[in-house]
């Protein structure tokens, strides 16, 4: 009942204020009438108070998020549900719902008064141009009393977070080369041709299955020996996220940063619904392996939260790459490079695995005075990129990427002639 006097409104305090003014006057005046109106007034806000009071401990409170993985750019819907657990009706509710800046200005919505045990649903919706992981709540509830006598604020303490991942474009399938990677004991093999004897062996270890020994390979080496399994051959793909801050241009959700990490998410997905075994590194040292548990959504909830990283380095990012690396194919999303960093990147070739990099020219997303000198070591690099052994695909400002994406699949032909473009180039400066 305490807390519930301190919510008086300004109203509800003029009555009190008014009441002690007519009580004063009804003792000075000896008019017992002026004092009824006295305690009417008194009561008036008093029993506001408690009514208000009571409903404020009844009150249960859900909160849904439709959907609770919103594309950058899209709107998700909120859907508020509150239920009277009263015996008493609550007067009219304002809710206010605590949102951060990216997500707009605080909803404010008007409930209209609950019966004894009745629900009711109110919805608004938010829309982010930004990704990241956005806390909604927790939701303020104003009580009140029809008369407006009396005012209380209920916070319930349930915070959600909508996650607002990069926009996914989809892609054209085409023809990737140079993808297939083995697992399991198969890798370390050659195919046996000639029958049982030369089934690929080896020793025996605690836990096989009894029904896999080969008694003939036993018997000449001595050693218990068993059958290796057979494991088929597998799509791999590890895609490459560049996150230099320094290696980027732009600002906000046009920049060139923004660009690659929609890309990676893109080229993620589609990989993975073409059958891929996709990994996931950053520069910043995310490694993720979707084909474990979480899949697609693990992909688009850690892209939601990457940032660009002033000491990310590529060499830091091929050490992150060849801690694991199962060969297959290989795609990087790259900032501004250096001839000394495509130079560098030779080394994520290694166990066979083919390299596709797309070479952001971020010159283009922010013009200067220098461009040309820009356009010049971004070619430089693009060249540098090629004789490392890499699929080079250049990207500029306003280029999408499923317009982009078919040229990984041009083969030597349409990769030489890039090549052969880049020479010029690079005959020009030098």
Known sequence: MREALRGLTTRGRSFLAAAVAAAVSALILGESDLLRVAVLLAVLPLLAAWYVGRSRYKLACTRSLEPGRAPVGSSARVILRLQNLSRLPTGTMLLEDRLPYALGSRPRVVLERLGAHQASSVAYTVRADVRGRYPIGPLMVRLTDPFGLCELTRSFPSVDRLTVIPQVFPLPRVRLAGEYAGTGESRARSVAVHGEDDAATREYRRGDDLRRVHWRSTARTGELMVRREEQPWESRATVVLDTRSYAHRGEGPTASFEW????????????RESGYKVRMVTGSGTDIDASEGGGEGLILDTLADVKADQESDVSVLIEHVRRRNDGGLVIGLFGALTVAEAEMLSGLRGN??????????TGTWA????????????????LALVRAGWRS?????????P??????????????????MAETVGGVIR
């Open 260 to 271: 690659a990490v929609s890309a990676a998410a893109s080229i993620a997905v589609h990989l």
């Open 352 to 361: 066979g695995a083919t390299c596709i990099g797309f070479a952001v020219n």
């Open 367 to 382: 013009p200067s005075s220098s461009g040309a000198e820009a356009e010049r070591e971004h070619a430089a690099a693009a």
């Open 393 to 401: 695909v250049p990207v500029s400002h306003g280029e999408t990427l």
């Open 403 to 420: 317009a982009l994406w078919p040229n990984v699949a041009r083969g030597s032909q349409g990769f030489a002639y890039r090549a052969a």
